[in-house]
DNA sequence: TTGTAAGCGTTATCAT
DNA sequence: ATGATAACGCTTACAA
């Protein structure tokens, strides 16, 4: 079975007896072509069912029409039922197809495939680069930016390099829900945090000490990865130093999920003997036992506002650094 | 701040005092070239960070080492907390990382969306497309398989297409689910089926049907669609229709995750009296109260088996029409 | 307003 | 084993 050879410009000039250069004008919408002969070319090209060749075209143009999307591998986060980064897949894809671009997806958690990212990427495969954490002080979304290639970031990159980023506000929230819990009573409240080589373990961090301390309480602190296992062994940790404590709040829902049931089988009844709270406002969170009061932030906002930045970066605009989105708190009842 | 102009091949060439064609078969790994040359061409490369214009190539060669990864975009489940979609792309990632190529993501849940994917892929801007999940009988894999365009859904097409497909053996996962609830002496045991428009929601569906009408007992169905919610709403009514019901098989975690809360609020104890069987086995099931019994499937593995197929395809290879991926009952507490 | 023609950076076909 | 040279399909000055 052979493959029908798909037209090309010239054909479609040949058939609607105009040169290829009209042809082209009218595709790319020039409105300098006389109304009959668009009619004529546009006829042609629905009969012929011509469709561009976009290698072609961004060979010419410079342009390639396609950004890249780089997620961190580990297989224990990115592809958990966390919904942090599918979310931000999902707007960037949105974002993106409004604006007739191509989503390219990039893992880059193996040193290989960072090295991978790095070629593709400086090699200017792509019109703009968008990264979706980072880990440590990555230095690749720094080089981009000097090489003036498009570059925009989930958080600030920790390396100190001047890319713009995009976040939420994270001590806002972690402030607003420790707060709740000092409100409600609670004095020894502990903090499972996240790693503290990304940005947003750091930050909600941060925010947890600043208020606590700020409260003349204490800091009682186990540290996890964000995710579950990490979470129910930061939990024990806890239980078995402070035991005592009367609120958790936890960097992640899946953290806190694990840390629910932790208490739990420790005996240790949730609101009434451990408040807890989490973050992020997985859809998960409405369904833990109990349900979980949580800070609140949009994911699929993040990827969109991260893509209109990077299309206005790479349209020649000149953008903020930094935006940050808001974060609210949600009280169910665990807290 | 200008950018720096990207180095060509004849740049590189130049520099190694040798032909653009002795370069390109040396970066191409062609073993016609004199060691010494290969090794003088290398340094070019290096000195100059020569990176190949992959559109350039394209043009020429007609491959376009990149392959379409295709996601219906319904927001309630692609990037809800469901861990299918991204594992997927998480497989396909990874051996499409093997093979060296890009994988470009399109949703095409809208008109509009659709349409895109259908002139993008039909416009044979990729080497192949990968169908992540098929609503309804959606013509465009079909279509792009006569074409002569490399295609490979997961799940049979529903519009009776020839087109090799990846699926897991929904029904015999099924079947022994619900054997294990009659084992267990169940006798009154309920389904929350999937939508009947997708191949996973009605093979499922045909397991528990097969398996309870084989052992002479009662079929009890209410539909769902997959979610959490939708699930919440059909136990509801399996509740009502059939308030002596001793076991529900959910055709998705996330259902059977709802049917679990929503028996708690109806005051059914699990398993003592209602034993709950869901499918998937995503991260949360383990974490459920209780713990939920499930139909566990490698997600991941369905990406990548996909990808693999796809890639043989591609290069022309001949491949099985379809691949069935095992299942298996990992029993926790729920039933 | 339309056409001509010169590239864009590769690969591939021939010679040599 | 290496080097000219002709495509590949498109956009875009520049002419007409």
Redesign the pocket.
């Known amino acids: 079975m052979t493959t029908a050879q798909r037209p ?3 054909a479609v000039a040949r058939r609607a007896g ?5 042809v ?2 009218v ?2 919408g020039s409105t ?3 109304e009959p ?1 668009q009619e004529a070319v546009r006829r042609a090209v629905a009969e012929l069912g011509y469709v ?2 976009l290698a ?2 961004s ?3 410079q342009r390639t029409d396609s950004v890249a999307l780089v997620m961190p591998e580990e297989a224990t986060r990115v592809f958990s039922d966390d919904q942090v980064f599918p979310g931000i897949i999902r707007g960037a894809a949105q974002e993106l197809e409004a604006a007739d671009k191509q989503l390219v997806l990039m893992l880059a958690g193996s040193a290989a495939g960072h090295e991978r990212v790095e070629r593709y990427t400086t090699g200017r495969h792509v019109d703009g680069v968008l990264f979706a954490s980072l880990h440590g002080a990555d230095p690749l979304p720094g080089t981009l930016a000097r090489l003036g290639i498009p570059v925009v970031c989930a958080g600030r990159p920790l390396d100190g390099a001047r890319v713009p980023y995009v976040d939420v506000d994270n001590v806002g929230g972690v402030t607003r829900a420790v707060r709740h819990l000092i409100e409600n009573g609670r004095r020894r409240i502990a903090s499972i945090a996240g790693p503290q080589d990304m940005i947003a373990g750091i930050e909600r961090l941060t925010g947890y000490r600043e208020t606590v301390t700020a409260a003349g309480l204490a800091e009682l602190v186990a540290y996890g990865d964000f995710t579950r296992e990490s979470g129910a062994a930061a939990m024990h940790q806890l239980l078995t130093a402070h035991p005592d404590l009367d609120a958790v709040f936890a960097a992640s829902d899946l953290m806190a999920h694990a840390a629910l049931r932790t208490l739990r089988e420790a005996g240790r009844r949730v609101p009434d003997d451990v408040a807890v709270i989490g973050f992020d406002d997985i859809e998960t969170a409405a369904y833990t036992e109990p349900p979980l009061t949580t800070v609140r932030w949009e994911i699929v906002e993040l990827g969109r506002e991260m893509t209109r930045q990077l299309l206005r970066l790479a349209a020649g605009e000149a953008i903020e650094e930094s935006v940050i989105l808001p974060t609210e708190l949600v009280v169910r009842e665990s807290a």
């Open positions: 090309t410009l010239e105009v040169s290829r250069a009209t082209s004008r595709v790319n300098t072509v006389a002969i561009p060749n072609a075209r060979l010419v143009t």
